[in-house]
Structures are given as structure tokens and as C-alpha cells.
């Protein structure tokens, strides 16, 4: 496996395989590594001929300066991972190797389709466009003929799917199912950051959203988002930022629970967590 860190060196490598027509996979990741992105990478392993992992914590998707700052960075033991699941490349660029300081500002503009109007993208103004800015650089630069990403990050995903289909990017998306602990904690970067306590009470999230699964056949989309908030903010340590059941699709609120995701943003202590649940 080899460390790349300039974009020069990696077009090298990326134009060598297209020659002799190997097929590429990328996944693409801020590093602290977890079993949830070597589940992307096996499956990038196993598809394709070769894999590519960037490692980058991307500034332009922080909209709050601590959180960029405590972000968890440690990329020996994030290439040591890579090296043990069969990864050929690991990028690991400089931001300043990413983007002109001009770019650093965030200026990236992009018709999300009202994708960015709900959820994240209302508590977190322009992260997505700091996502985008960096995924569609990273697709340019690699030419992956697929590109991995986990569905606990569903807004991203529905938002790089439309990506790719507004910039007619030639890359298969490949969405990936959500890992969890055995205690139904979605695996996380940030539950390096929760006390074992904390991580304790974060277990209850995953189970009040599996228990509001039960609850679909006798009750309407308001009441299960209602009965989930209460549930998770009777707990003593969570509280809900949202929750919102929309369509898988739109991400617009569901009507019924026919390809309906219930999206949930819970702050366990000072760590802002994720999760969701198909219905
Ligand atoms: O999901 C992430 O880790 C990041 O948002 C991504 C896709 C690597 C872009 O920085």
C-alpha cells in the first residue's frame, strides 16, 4: 500500500490503472477509522481492482471551528487498517494541496434540489456544500468507477447521489448499510469522544428506533416522530436536536411509511450523534 499525499502523484498512479483498464474504487473518508468504513472498504476491495482511500478532514464542511479542531486524527492507524484490508492507495492531502484559499471560504455553490433545505442542512448551514466541494473534487481526481458511503450519513448520500446525476459524474454510487456495535450503537468517529457512561446512555437511541419500527401499523408519521423525541428526551443525558420521518428520496416529509426513513440528530452529553431507521 502507498501513502500519497500531492495531487501530481496521485493522476500518476490513477492514469497508470486506466491504461491497463482496471477498475477503481474509491472511499472516500475524514480517517478515524472505524469497522463501519472497513465495511466500505471490503466492499471496494472486493468489486474492484483497485482501491483508493482519501484521508481528509475537510475543513470546508465544519461549520463549527471546535468540532473541526477535536475531530479524531491519526493517520498511522488509519493506514495500518487500510494496509490489513487490502487497500492500494491511501490520499492523504494537505488542505492546502486541496484548495486555493479562495476555495477554503466555502464559496462552492450547487442546486441541491432542496436536499440541503431539511435536517442537517438546517442546523449545519453549508456543510453540504463543503461535502460536495470535496467529493466532487476527490471523483475528478480519481475517476472511481464506484465510490462508497455508509447510510448513516443518509442526507449525504441522497445528496451525492443527486450530485453525481446533476454533473453527469460516471460513478456508480454504492450506499452502504449502517454497522453497529452488538449494543445497536451505529458505529461512529465520535464515540471516541463519548465517556463510557455516555456511550452507555447512546445505546437507547438505536433502541427507541428500532421500537418505533413496531409502532408504524398503529400509528400516523406525527405520532411516531412525537413518541420518538419523548422517549429519547426522557432519558437523562440525550437530547433530541431533530427527528423527522421523510421519504428516502426527497428527503420531504413522508405522508405514510412507504419508503419512509426516520432521520435523528441526539446530543449525548457535548457529542452530536446520528442515526436513522428505514420503516
Ligand atoms: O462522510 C464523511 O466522512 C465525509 O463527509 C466525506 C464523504 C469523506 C467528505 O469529506
Redesign the pocket.
Known amino acids: 500500500m502507498e501513502i500519497i499525499k500531492s495531487k501530481e502523484a496521485l493522476r500518476q498512479k490513477v492514469e497508470a490503472c486506466k491504461q491497463v483498464k482496471k477498475t477503481i474504487g474509491l472511499v472516500?473518508?475524514?480517517g478515524a477509522l472505524h469497522e463501519g468504513h472497513a465495511s466500505l472498504v471490503r466492499r471496494s476491495v472486493a468489486d474492484n481492482d483497485v482501491t483508493f482511500v482519501s484521508v481528509?478532514v475537510?475543513p470546508t464542511?465544519f461549520n463549527n471551528k471546535e468540532d473541526l479542531e477535536k475531530y479524531p486524527r491519526d493517520l498511522d492507524r488509519d493506514a495500518k487498517l487500510l494496509e490489513s484490508l487490502g487497500v492500494d492507495y491511501v490520499f492523504a492531502p494537505s488542505a492546502e494541496t486541496m484548495y486555493t484559499p479562495e476555495e477554503m471560504q466555502s464559496t462552492f455553490n450547487f442546486d441541491f434540489g432542496g436536499l440541503d433545505q431539511v435536517m442537517e442542512g438546517i442546523y449545519r448551514p453549508g456543510h453540504f456544500n463543503g461535502?460536495v466541494q470535496?467529493?466532487s473534487k476527490l471523483f475528478r481526481l480519481v475517476e472511481p468507477d464506484r465510490g462508497y458511503?455508509g447510510e448513516k450519513?443518509y442526507q449525504?448520500l441522497a445528496i451525492i447521489h443527486r450530485m453525481v446525476e446533476v454533473m453527469s459524474i460516471p460513478v456508480q454510487i454504492v450506499d452502504c448499510e449502517i454497522v453497529r456495535e452488538p449494543s445497536g450503537l451505529a458505529l461512529s468517529s465520535r464515540n471516541e469522544r463519548l465517556s463510557a457512561a455516555e456511550k452507555q446512555t447512546a445505546v437507547n437511541i438505536s433502541h427507541i428506533l428500532f421500537e418505533s419500527r413496531q409502532l408504524r401499523e398503529s400509528q400516523t408519521v406525527g405520532q411516531v416522530e412525537s413518541w420518538v423525541i419523548e422517549q429519547v428526551n426522557r432519558i437523562d443525558g440525550l437530547r433530541v436536536e431533530y427527528f423527522e420521518i421523510v421519504d428516502q428520496t426527497t428527503l420531504q416529509p413522508a405522508v405514510d411509511f412507504s419508503h419512509a426513513i426516520g432521520c435523528i440528530t441526539v446530543y449525548c452529553g457535548p457529542v452530536r450523534l446520528i442515526d436513522n431507521i428505514k420503516y
Open positions: 472516500p473518508t475524514m481528509f475537510n464542511q461535502v470535496i467529493v458511503f450519513d449525504q
